[in-house]
């Protein structure tokens, strides 16, 4: 460590990333808003643009979102270590939650209370999905290739049951491709 400013962020990269881990319920895409909120907005470590490529690049990558945003992040602010330190922060939460949970519950599971927080919970979840995708959605859709390459990536998993992976290689390709075309264009 080389001060204690190196220190400070590295206690803020796994306090930040620990309550993220706390209060992210339905998975890694309902992170999403809270992410965007916190890194883009309240602590500014990434624009909008950062944001919505580490969103990317963590769908893009084997793994559970939730840890891959972390370890970009964390990455991204302080190299390695941060990548660690936000990782380990985003999990514990998790981890010390699924334990307490698979053990009790058995004992629970007939419980109204408990089906009725479990119904709230799926629910706004989901909520938090679609918040996501509208927000992230508005800087991503920006010219006619964005809403192409979308729309036909939505068509090919919903209606046509095409493999997740297969609609990432494919899209990224064609984004490689629009841009090599885009810029042999402007050279002109």
């Not at 927080?117 to 909520?127: D, E, P, R």
């Not at 939505?154 to 810029?183: D, H, M, P, Q, R």
Request: some cysteine.
């Amino acid at each position: 460590m080389k001060n204690k400013k190196d220190l400070n962020i590295y206690i803020d990269l796994f306090i930040t990333f620990f309550k993220l881990g706390l209060f992210t319920i339905g998975g890694g895409m309902a992170m999403i808003p809270i992410l965007e909120d916190i890194v883009v907005r309240k602590k500014k470590w990434l624009t909008l643009d950062e944001a919505t490529d580490c969103i990317a690049i963590s769908q893009s990558l084997p793994g559970v979102i939730a840890i891959n945003m972390a370890t970009y992040v964390g990455r991204f602010k302080k190299g390695l270590r941060g990548s660690i330190v936000a990782t380990i922060g985003v999990i514990i939460p998790s981890f010390i939650a699924i334990i307490l949970i698979a053990t009790i519950l058995s004992d629970i599971r007939d419980n109204t209370y408990v089906n009725g927080a479990f119904i709230g919970l799926k629910a706004a979840a989901v909520g938090m999905i679609i918040w996501a995708v509208i927000k992230i959605g508005k800087g991503i859709f920006n010219d006619v290739m964005s809403w192409i390459i979308g729309i036909a990536s939505f068509v090919a998993i919903w209606i046509f049951n095409v493999n997740v992976i297969y609609v990432v290689i494919t899209t990224s390709l064609i984004g490689v491709a629009y841009i090599k075309i885009s810029e042999r264009g402007k050279v002109k």
